[in-house]
Nanobody
Framework: QVQLVESGGGLVRPGESLTLSCVAS????????IGWFRQAPGGEETVACS???????SYLDSVKGRFTIIRDNARKTISLQMDSLKPEDTARYYC???????????WGQGTQVTVSS
């Protein structure tokens, strides 16, 4: 059974850091692209994606230089390191399996990130 489980969210102050983890099971991680997404009342955004065909990850413009996606196929984990967090980063963050920029068919439950002073 395919499963993606996110963890690491919480309440932080502006300028602080968090690292989110997405642990995969039920499939071979190295065979799939994995993306990080966020949902807020205003909508949904693709934050970052790690592709099996391109070693350079893609990022949402507003998080470039602050967020880093890290793939560890051996440990079946995709992490999202978030630095210099801003209030506008507040959202529920999800990881998903699929193809970067195309389709994502399996999703985790999400983890909440709240940035507030």
């Amino acid at each position: 059974q395919v499963q993606l489980v996110e963890s690491g969210g919480g309440l932080v102050r502006p300028g602080e850091s968090l690292t989110l983890s997405c642990v995969a099971s039920g499939f071979t991680l190295e065979d799939y692209d994995i993306g990080w997404f966020r949902q807020a009342p205003g909508g949904e955004e693709t934050v970052a994606c790690s592709s099996t065909s391109d070693s350079v990850p893609s990022y949402l413009d507003s998080v470039k230089g602050r967020f880093t996606i890290i793939r560890d196929n051996a440990r079946k984990t995709i992490s999202l390191q978030m630095d210099s967090l801003k209030p506008e980063d507040t959202a529920r963050y999800y990881c998903a399996r699929g193809r970067c920029g195309e389709i994502y068919t399996e999703w985790g439950q999400g983890t909440q990130v709240t940035v507030s002073s």
